[in-house]
């Protein structure tokens, strides 16, 4: 099969092809196009009713890659190839969910390789439009649950793919040298200190262990809440929910938390004194879910290898003030964990 030439029109175009797909369970689709898109993604708003009379809105993706594929329909329980998912959608336990309830999905679609979703449409804005610490906090709640659906939906089989920390790190150094970066020298002094102990800190941190399917791209632009949190089974919860599951991966649970700890260096205030890594270990343990493994110290590894690399992607965290703060950030953790 082949793949449709990408265009802005692609949703236009193919939308007929998948409302027939879904056995008049999909109405007429609002297509509309996002700048964080890929080119030719297109997503939609649309109404989705049962064969029963039962509805709800839905939000139509397509393309979408494989792993986004795999995880939404994993979680929520339904098949791709699925046309019709109302019988789990519409269970009260779905509430529970901690991303998106699927009512169909596909792999293909007409004559074409291309994946699609057609989830539910969740009110409101993003928690990045709440800026309090309850949203930090029930953001690192939908963690800790992603964790934990996924540990239940799929034992973690992989291995992360390698990271070039040695060549990023070398790239730095240079930039720190030749990009006219502030604080130049100070950056030059504090990579080339890293780079006595890059073997041991690379080693510590390759040999972590490998127990989460991490969801990647955690921050409070990728989390909605419910209109009503699920308080089923007597387990109160937050009613948010992550959504964009492109980037799920197997790692250590750290990488999540850190991942989010890491964007609010140059705006700690904005964290509004939460630390998210032992909020979340402390989450975790609630759950169940293992986290006596040092993590404090695997930490401070992974700090100093962030923020050593930055200067390496001046592009994209160029800014002076993000700058300033991951060098203070390497100045700090360094010492603690150099040997």
């Given at each position: 099969?082949n793949s449709?030439?990408?265009s802005?029109?692609l949703?236009?175009?193919?939308?007929?092809?998948?409302?027939?797909?879904?056995?008049?369970?999909?109405g007429?689709?609002?297509?509309?196009?996002?700048?964080?898109?890929?080119?030719g993604a297109?997503?939609?708003?649309?109404?989705?009713?049962?064969p029963?009379?039962?509805?709800?809105d839905?939000?139509?993706?397509?393309?979408?890659g494989?792993?986004?594929?795999e995880?939404?329909?994993?979680?929520?329980?339904v098949?791709v190839?699925?046309?019709?998912?109302?019988?789990?959608?519409?269970a009260?336990e779905?509430?529970?969910l901690?991303?998106?309830r699927?009512?169909?999905?596909g792999?293909?679609?007409?004559?074409?390789d291309?994946?699609?979703?057609?989830v539910?449409?969740?009110?409101g804005?993003?928690?990045?439009?709440?800026h309090?610490?309850a949203?930090?906090r029930d953001?690192?709640?939908?963690?800790a649950?992603?964790h934990?659906?996924?540990?239940?939906a799929?034992?973690v089989?992989?291995q992360?793919?390698?990271?070039?920390?040695?060549?990023?790190?070398?790239?730095?150094?240079h930039a720190a040298r030749d990009?006219?970066?502030?604080?130049?020298?100070?950056?030059?002094?504090a990579?080339k200190?890293?780079?006595?102990?890059?073997?041991s800190?690379?080693?510590?941190?390759?040999?972590?262990?490998?127990?989460?399917?991490c969801?990647g791209?955690?921050?409070?632009?990728?989390?909605?809440?419910?209109?009503e949190?699920?308080?089923?089974?007597g387990i109160?919860r937050?009613?948010?929910?992550?959504?964009?599951?492109?980037?799920?991966?197997p790692g250590h649970?750290?990488e999540d938390a850190?991942?989010?700890e890491?964007l609010?260096?140059?705006?700690?205030d904005?964290?509004?004194?939460?630390?998210p890594?032992s909020?979340?270990?402390q989450l975790?343990?609630?759950r169940?879910?293992?986290?006596?493994d040092?993590?404090a110290e695997?930490a401070?590894?992974?700090r100093?290898?962030?923020?050593?690399c930055?200067p390496?992607?001046?592009?994209?965290?160029?800014?002076?003030?993000?700058?300033k703060?991951a060098?203070?950030?390497?100045?700090?953790?360094l010492?603690?964990?150099?040997k």
């Amino acid at each position: 099969m082949n793949s449709p030439v990408a265009s802005e029109s692609l949703g236009v175009s193919l939308g007929p092809t998948l409302r027939e797909h879904c056995h008049g369970c999909l109405g007429p689709i609002e297509w509309f196009h996002n700048g964080w898109q890929h080119s030719g993604a297109a997503t939609g708003f649309a109404r989705w009713t049962s064969p029963d009379g039962r509805g709800v809105d839905v939000l139509v993706k397509l393309p979408i890659g494989p792993v986004e594929l795999e995880w939404t329909t994993r979680l929520a329980g339904v098949g791709v190839g699925t046309s019709t998912g109302h019988d789990r959608w519409d269970a009260e336990e779905s509430l529970a969910l901690a991303s998106p309830r699927v009512m169909a999905a596909g792999a293909s679609l007409g004559h074409y390789d291309l994946a699609w979703l057609i989830v539910e449409r969740l009110p409101g804005k993003t928690l990045s439009d709440e800026h309090n610490e309850a949203a930090i906090r029930d953001l690192l709640h939908a963690a800790a649950d992603f964790h934990d659906h996924t540990a239940r939906a799929r034992p973690v089989d992989e291995q992360p793919k390698p990271h070039e920390w040695e060549a990023l790190i070398d790239k730095a150094r240079h930039a720190a040298r030749d990009s006219g970066i502030a604080e130049s020298q100070r950056w030059n002094e504090a990579i080339k200190r890293v780079q006595r102990f890059q073997g041991s800190l690379i080693s510590r941190w390759e040999h972590r262990k490998i127990n989460t399917w991490c969801h990647g791209d955690l921050h409070p632009g990728n989390a909605l809440r419910r209109a009503e949190p699920y308080a089923g089974a007597g387990i109160p919860r937050r009613g948010v929910v992550l959504i964009d599951l492109a980037l799920v991966h197997p790692g250590h649970w750290l990488e999540d938390a850190l991942y989010l700890e890491r964007l609010f260096w140059a705006r700690t205030d904005l964290l509004f004194g939460v630390k998210p890594v032992s909020y979340l270990a402390q989450l975790r343990r609630q759950r169940g879910l293992s986290t006596n493994d040092g993590y404090a110290e695997l930490a401070m590894v992974r700090r100093v290898l962030m923020a050593a690399c930055v200067p390496a992607f001046l592009e994209h965290e160029g800014h002076p003030r993000y700058q300033k703060a991951a060098l203070e950030q390497l100045e700090k953790a360094l010492p603690q964990v150099a040997k």
